[in-house]
């Protein structure tokens, strides 16, 4: 058995999983190809604009503090002319609007429960990129609640003293041919924001 692809450290959600060697040369082509559909949850800082749909910008990936083979990996949007800019299209959708409740002492004012404004996003990438999730709804001011990379690291803070101590990413759909019955399969994984 081996892993067909991977996810973020913190990611959770549906990893697809081949029991043979064909059947794991067969969809990764099929995610080399972007004949796959992945779409996942995510829970962003801030009310999410209901006109931005398709994020279309080009993503570098670099290694901070370090030389060519060390350092920590991260990835930035790059102008659309930067040679070193790989084309990067995520879809998003709107699920939820929320707002979160933030511990006592955290808000301005005297006897005044302090909230921070959260959306709930599907988001669909045509591109599998490196933090390409996390770096474009960063990149638009929105970024992924508990993301200790590209997040909003006071907020962060905050709502770790109210229990939410993960990073809220979720492979949530996967949509794939099966090498042996070329059948199309859909999976699905339930969200576990909802029970937060």
Sequence with gaps: ME????LDRDTSGILLIAKRRSALTNLQAQ???RETGKTYLALV?????AKLKVIDLPLHKYLVNGGEDDGERRVK???KDDPDGMRSITLVKIAKHFILPLPPGEGKGEGVQAQANASL????IKTGRTHQIRVHLAHHGHPIIGDDKYGDFELNKTLVKAGMKRMYLHAWKLTFTHPNTQQLVNLLSASPFEKQ
């Design 3 to 6: 892993l067909v692809h991977r």
């Design 31 to 33: 995610f080399k190809a």
């Design 45 to 49: 800082k801030g009310t999410w604009p």
């Design 77 to 79: 949007v790059v102008d």
């Design 121 to 124: 996003l599907e988001v669909t």
